[in-house]
């Protein structure tokens, strides 16, 4: 396509403005190819997009909606916290909580799945030896995992490959390994999966900050981090433990994802905050990094959680989305600062 740079500026002025998350640190020219002729416009983003809510963003402008798109995308892969190791994983994005019972695995998931969707290679690995909870999420095969050429070959949903220490010990097995043992065998999980080429590998931290948090923290490859919190003080006390870590690690903090922020009435819709409000973002100026969303309590999506294994789809809201969205973005400009 032919470049016309005052063309390609005006629509870049309005792209970086559009109400989307992919587009909250503006849009950088070389992103963008034009055919004026033809009113015929690529986009090509650097990391996962969620093209159908971008249409959508841009649909309601009519100096965009004059031209003709195409989303696209080539998702980088970011320096992480081990530049001597091969990057076969690609970006490495560690949840991490100060405690559990923050919903830490399901917003996993959720992330997980929301950038598969968009079209990413994602991987997800449960690394939360002591409750592991992707097997009871995504579904317990009846057979161990396969091993092909010395390697496990992930589960499949989808097009997410996932592994889990719950998909190699029985139940109650897990709960009783020492913390060395633990780091040992989750490190050997992390490497010896068959992950094949992947954009993103999402990583269900342990809760906590100790010794296994540490190990796998300073071990894995991680392009950076998330912590999840609710708005309780007891548990803003513990996420900051997990985001001072991560900061004395030199792990760069993506941001902060509040989970439980509210319940919304399902008649009037009015929010109901049952755990305290604004904690989330607190903690998220304390460390200057973004508060990543704000997910409501919902019985709904916890029920389909809980019955995803009878069934074929999770849905997933346009909040959960637009936080994955978010993830990606924030993630490929904290490391463009970086460079």
Same mark, same amino acid.
């Given at each position: 396509?032919k ?8 629509l ?6 559009l ?17 004026s ?8 983003f650097?990391? #996962?997009?969620? /093209? &159908?809510? @971008?249409?959508a963003?841009?649909d =309601?402008d009519?100096?965009? %909606? ?12 970011? #320096?992480n916290? /081990? &530049?001597? @190791?091969?990057?076969?994983?690609? =970006?490495v994005?560690?949840? %991490?909580s100060?405690?559990g ?20 290679r994602?991987g997800?690995?449960?690394a ?13 095969p009846?057979?161990k ?5 010395d390697?496990?070959q ?15 010990v029985d ?5 009783i ?32 900050t100790g010794?296994i948090?540490l ?8 392009t950076?981090?998330v912590?999840?919190t609710?708005?309780?003080?007891v ?9 001072s870590?991560?900061?004395r ?6 941001g902060?994802?509040?989970?439980m ?20 973002e ?16 919902t019985?709904e ?7 995803l ?8 809201s346009?909040?959960?989305k637009?936080?994955a ?5 924030e ?9």
């Amino acid at each position: 396509m032919k470049s016309f740079s005052a063309k390609n500026e005006q629509l870049v002025a309005l792209l970086s403005d559009l109400a989307h998350p992919a587009c909250e640190h503006g849009i950088h020219p070389d992103w963008l190819s034009l055919d004026s002729d033809t009113k015929e416009a690529k986009l090509t983003f650097p990391f #996962a997009i969620d /093209k &159908p809510s @971008l249409i959508a963003a841009m649909d =309601n402008d009519p100096d965009l %909606s004059a031209w003709q798109w195409t989303i696209d995308c080539q998702i980088k892969r970011l #320096a992480n916290s /081990k &530049p001597d @190791l091969p990057m076969k994983t690609g =970006n490495v994005i560690v949840v %991490s909580s100060g405690k559990g019972g923050v919903g830490k695995s399901s917003v996993s998931v959720s992330l997980a799945l929301a950038l598969s969707r968009m079209g990413a290679r994602v991987g997800l690995l449960d690394a939360d030896i002591y409750g592991p909870s992707i097997p009871t999420m995504l579904g317990k095969p009846e057979h161990k995992l396969e091993v092909k050429n010395d390697k496990l070959q992930p589960i499949k949903y989808e097009q997410l490959s996932a592994n889990s220490i719950g998909y190699l010990v029985d139940d109650n097995d897990a709960t009783i390994w020492r913390g060395p043992m633990a780091s040992r065998a989750l490190q050997q999980l992390f490497n010896d999966t068959d992950w094949g080429l992947l954009d993103y590998l999402i990583v269900d931290m342990p809760p906590g900050t100790g010794d296994i948090q540490l190990t796998m923290a300073q071990q894995l490859p991680v392009t950076g981090a998330v912590v999840v919190t609710t708005p309780q003080n007891v548990a803003l006390k513990d996420a900051e433990k997990g985001a001072s870590m991560f900061e004395r690690l030199e792990i760069p903090l993506i941001g902060v994802l509040e989970n439980m922020s509210y319940f919304e009435c399902g008649h009037c819709g009015t929010p109901t905050y049952l755990f305290g409000q604004g904690g989330g973002e607190q903690l998220a100026r304390r460390h200057a990094v973004k508060t990543l969303g704000q997910w409501p309590l919902t019985p709904e999506f916890g029920a389909q959680l809980d019955a995803l294994q009878k069934q074929t789809t999770l849905e997933l809201s346009a909040l959960q989305k637009q936080t994955a969205q978010r993830v990606v973005a924030e993630l490929y400009h904290l490391k463009q600062q970086s460079v």
